[in-house]
């Protein structure tokens, strides 16, 4: 990877990709993309930045043209839980989105990578330590577009020759940009009520194990699979990675290691309970080991010490 246009570039994940390729690939060199323009952000101001909606395929053709890229990183999605809220644009911005990008790689001959989701599983996949070949039946839109997309990813590669690579990221947390519309996301409001309030109350009930990866651990993963040798790859979308797997509770007691006076308790929603649910305990994720090295650095402990110390630091 040289050259490389995010899409979503303001979101959870693309916030922090942005910045950590901009110091690694230099900034010149990445051009950061999103529909909406926010203030004060240094996607924005720290390097380039370029409006675009990913359902227009001209612009983004035009984009990739201009700047001679040779990547794009595909991660503007609508997520679990706001997807179940409007299900008919979660299929044409997940699914149209992923389709323009998919035609512009091809047309210019770009690696493209996209991720997928441990939401690609569904009620009836294996609970426990899920296979990387295994039932995908989703129960959500989001989780459909993210099979859909897998498949797509694949289609394109087998029958076009595009470079596509993936992962299924497990919950993401991050203290720079709060994630929007997730279901995982209780694992990142938990640490900033910790801090501003020192009680949360869990929309995810007791007992609910999930997979999690901290936010560095996830954006290695990403260019550590971009850069892997193609051909060393059996599977490509999309590898199981994960790099924890806790419920509530584990969570909360380890906060209270540090906040001793936190107040933790439960306000179950029952749709975003009800999608928890369909989801994997745990993923198998021995073929990204395997086939390109995956690795984290971050566990629950080491995870807990870093959220609190940077959003400490933010002034919560
Ligand atoms: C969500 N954070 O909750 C995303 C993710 C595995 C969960 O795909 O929808």
Redesign the pocket.
Known sequence: MKKVLITGALGQIGSELTSKLRNEYGKDNVVATDIRVVENSEVISNGIFETLNVMDIESMGELAKRYEVDTIIHLASL???VGEQRPQFAWQLNMGGLTNVLEVSKELNLKLFTPS???AFGENSPKNLTPQDTIQRPSTM?GVTKVAGELLCDYYFNKFGVDTRGVR????ISYVTP?GG????YAVDIYYEALKNKKYDSFIAKGTQMDMMYMPDALQAIVDLIEADGSKLIHRNAFNITAMNFEPDEIANEIKKHIPDFEFGYDVDPIRQSIAES?PNSLDSSCAVDEWGFKFDYDLNKMTVDMLNKLKAKNL
């Open positions: 997520l679990s839980a989701s441990i939401a989001y990221f497990p919950g993401l994630p997730g279901t995982t996301d989801w």
